[in-house]
């Protein structure tokens, strides 16, 4: 559809939730995967779990990726009866929810900003190898000892000419995590809107790109909606 908006999604095939974005249908949506993901064995996992038992039982679970769902069963035996669980995001909560937790605590913004809601200790947090800083950080502020499991590591993906060109053709860009950022920054023209999902991701996004915008997964197509009637107005 000649003079449609391009959407580019930089998330990994099959988990950009495209349905769930709410676009008009002129949208044109594509793929161009900033990162990859390999997982760790769950048995390297449950027997890291295990290693903490001195540690434990831990009063505060600490999920903040979808992609931790393969191994939230195994943290059970190490939490409290009356553990909270903290997350980011509809849709990890939603992760967790599935599993049979009650999420206590629900940042939508960011890790760092979630850090600040947790009060008890010790935290348990299960996530990435290369885990950001803000989270750490805030729980050592409130004087919250935290121990780091890690099952998956996310890696940057080489950009071939073709997907150079569409991030450079692209009306919109949705960019789910710093990492995903650094890989397609050099590829995106000023006039791009970025849509981000947080604080944390804006951050990283605005230090050489200011066109970005906060929007949850929900809230993109009437982002987009929006801004193209606005757009359409001020031609006519």
């Given amino acids: 559809m000649p003079g449609s908006p391009l959407l580019v999604v930089t998330r990994e095939a099959g988990v950009n939730s495209v349905a769930a974005m709410g676009l008009p249908d002129t949208v044109v949506v594509r793929e161009v995967p900033a990162t990859q993901t390999t997982f760790r ?7 890291d779990i295990q290693s903490l038992a001195d540690r434990g039982p831990f009063a505060t679970l600490v999920v903040t990726s979808v ?5 939230v069963d195994l ?3 190490a939490l409290a009866d009356d553990a909270d669980v903290a997350t980011v995001g509809e849709a990890c909560a939603a992760m967790l929810d599935s599993h049979g937790y009650t999420v206590t605590h629900l940042s939508s913004t960011s890790a760092g900003e979630l850090g600040t809601q947790i009060t008890r200790g010790p935290a348990l947090i299960l996530g ?3 885990m950001r800083p803000e989270l750490p950080a805030a729980l050592t502020q409130g004087a919250l000892s935290f121990e780091h499991v890690w099952c998956y590591q996310t890696h940057p993906v080489t950009l071939s000419d073709a997907d150079r060109e569409l991030l450079a053709r692209a009306t919109y860009l949705h960019v789910a995590a710093p990492s995903a950022w650094r890989v397609v920054a050099s590829a995106v023209l000023p006039e791009t809107v970025v849509l981000v999902p947080g604080v944390t991701t804006r951050d990283e996004v605005m230090r050489g790109h200011a066109n970005v915008v906060i929007a949850r997964t929900s809230e993109i197509g009437a982002v987009i909606t929006a801004r193209e009637e606005s757009d359409s107005g001020a031609r006519a």
């Fill in 41 to 47: 064995d769950p048995s390297e996992v449950r027997s």
């Fill in 67 to 71: 992609r931790a769902a393969d191994y």
């Fill in 75 to 77: 943290v059970r035996e």
């Fill in 128 to 130: 990435a190898a290369d």
